[in-house]
């Protein structure tokens, strides 16, 4: 257990309202990503931070914002909300445990449905 | 060209067989190597992690790496029903984030 919690768990939302999800860790790590899954594509990087304030864009960056104020929590948000945002999100840290600096620990996912 | 790939499955094979999973990737930088295992609902988890080339074996699962040929493969050895999910294969490149493959399925038929 990477010590990694998401809220909320589901959540249904209807096109055009703002979502945000929480990722919180309690193992003090310094990098923490979020991720969204979709059939056919994997798990795509959409931001990461390496630090508190310190964010950056991934791949499928559009339509989504992060903030990062405490070490521990790692907001992701979706200003607007559109059904091409229904997916399942997964946040995650990086190094420690005892895979190595390098490999990375997944929390438990949020399934969003955007109507 | 995908920068990760995986074959795409899905893959059946008997209890008590190997299952092998095969990846190959783009990035020729890439130095870390990484297999998860994800069941259906459910997030994935890292089952091994590999950075030289050669063998690298914890219990049933053997991961294998060739930089040169730009391939990790996984095997899983005397296959359990338990195995039975999505295998992602993952790749840190140069540019130091994670590139996951689409994954494939295992059904392991009792």
């Known amino acids: 257990d990477a010590g990694i919690t998401q809220s909320p768990r589901h959540k249904v939302t209807e096109t055009g309202t703002p979502v945000t999800l929480r990722c919180h860790q309690t193992e003090n790590h310094r990098y923490m990503y979020w991720y969204r899954q979709d059939p056919g594509h994997g798990l795509r990087l959409i931001h990461y931070?390496?630090?508190?304030?310190?964010?950056d864009k991934g791949e499928v960056s559009d339509g989504y914002s992060v903030s990062r104020s405490k070490t521990e929590d790692f907001l992701l948000t979706l200003e607007s909300a559109t059904s091409s945002q229904t997916s399942v999100y997964f946040c995650a840290i990086r190094g420690g445990l005892a895979g190595g600096t390098d490999t990375q620990y997944f929390g438990p996912g949020t399934r969003l449905t955007v109507l | 060209q995908k920068e990760v790939e995986q074959n795409s499955g899905p893959l059946s094979v008997p209890e008590g067989a190997i299952a092998s999973l095969n990846c190959t990737y783009s990035?020729?930088?890439?130095?870390?190597f990484f297999w998860y295992r994800q069941y259906s609902g459910k997030s994935p988890e890292l089952i091994m992690s590999i950075y030289s080339n050669g063998d690298k074996e914890d219990g049933r699962f053997t991961a294998q790496l060739n930089k040169a040929s730009q391939y990790v493969s996984l095997l899983i050895r005397d296959s359990q029903p338990s195995d039975s999910a999505t295998y992602l294969c993952?790749?840190?490149?140069?540019?130091?984030?994670?590139?996951f493959g689409s994954g494939t399925q295992l059904t392991v038929l009792p």
């Open positions: 931070s390496y630090g508190v304030k310190d964010t």
């Open positions: 993952a790749v840190m490149g140069s540019a130091r984030q994670l590139t």
């Open positions: 990035d020729r930088g890439s130095q870390s």
